[in-house]
């Protein structure tokens, strides 16, 4: 049974800091791996994808590494902003996706 | 463009009534869709899916049920709601051909709360 882990649960960094959430599975036969904001309250926002055959991907400040083999992928957010505050899930694909409890993000300003 | 849409957005409702929640999709020709639950402290799971009209799949046994009366609408349903039905309820969709290998798009979800 594939089960996604997300570490810290919770994070508060000063702002303009470089930070990394960490996101673990433990079985490595997936279609792909996507990180996802969630504002309070508010419904999911797609940040990155990355496919089983890749091993990272880029947009903006943000970029995102999977390993397979380890069953582990990151999220590094570079120079923070306050704006970048939310809940951070990461969320597994086989013919559905298991989503991990998230790491919830303060910027502080 | 592809937009998703849910409502009501808030919903307060006493143990033992029914419910009705329903998500639309506009801008694309059979999507999959997903009911997803998001209770407090809690990852987002997976209760339903659809890959076409009539056609559902239940993740968990539960107190729910959803339906797929047309192409790009979804309805979650229930006949007596109980507390454990407090949450925060998300549709999601993703290309017909998607099988997982593409994202899924949520919609802006439906925050329920059962007294």
């Known amino acids: 049974k594939q089960e996604v882990t997300q570490i810290p649960a919770a994070l508060s960094v000063p702002e303009g800091e470089n930070l990394v959430l960490n996101c673990s599975f433990t079985?490595?036969?997936?279609?792909?791996l996507q990180w996802f904001r969630q504002d309070p309250g508010k419904g999911l926002t797609s940040l990155l994808l990355?496919?089983?055959?890749?091993r990272e991907q880029t947009s903006g400040r943000l970029n995102a590494s999977l390993d397979k083999s380890s069953g582990r992928s990151t999220l590094y957010i570079a120079a923070s902003q306050p704006g970048d505050s939310a809940t951070y899930l990461c969320a597994v694909s086989t013919y559905k996706y298991i989503f991990g409890t998230g790491t919830r993000l303060k910027v502080l300003a | 463009s592809q937009t998703i849409h849910q409502w009501p957005a808030t919903l307060v409702q006493p143990v033992g009534s029914p419910l009705s929640l329903e998500c639309t999709v506009e801008g694309t020709s059979n999507p999959n869709l997903y009911w997803y639950r998001q209770a407090a402290g809690r990852g987002l799971q997976l209760l339903f899916y659809s890959v076409g009209i009539g056609q559902i799949s239940s993740e968990v046994p539960q107190n729910l049920s959803a339906s797929r009366p047309q192409d790009r609408q979804f309805i979650l349903s229930s006949k007596k709601l109980l507390l454990s039905d407090s949450g925060f309820y998300l549709c999601?969709?993703?290309?017909?051909?998607?099988?997982?290998?593409?994202?899924?798009?949520f919609g802006p979800g439906t925050r329920l709360l059962v007294l």
């Open positions: 999601a969709w993703s290309p017909e051909e998607a099988g997982g290998r593409e994202t899924q798009y």
């Open positions: 079985d490595s036969a997936i279609y792909n």
């Open positions: 990355i496919q089983s055959s890749q």
